[in-house]
């Protein structure tokens, strides 16, 4: 059994535009949701006595292409 966590968001502007809201979003969404979800996953695998494999991946191709 494995798990990917493949998420990411990313802001860009001067620091003193960005609102407090944003860097909290952008906080919870990049460390809360793949620790929860490594918490979830570990609790799946240890009760059903099985190993299991944690990938994180992250990528700013979603807010910016990149020329191959």
């Keep these: 059994m494995f798990l990917v966590n493949n998420a990411g968001i990313g802001m860009t502007g001067p620091i003193e535009e960005t609102t407090t809201f944003r860097i ?26 099985k190993s299991g494999l944690i990938i994180n991946i992250t990528s700013i191709s979603r807010y910016m292409g990149c020329p191959v």
């Design 24 to 49: 909290i979003k952008s906080f919870r969404h990049q460390f809360n949701g793949p620790f929860n979800s490594k918490a979830v996953f570990t609790a799946i695998w240890r009760a059903s006595k």
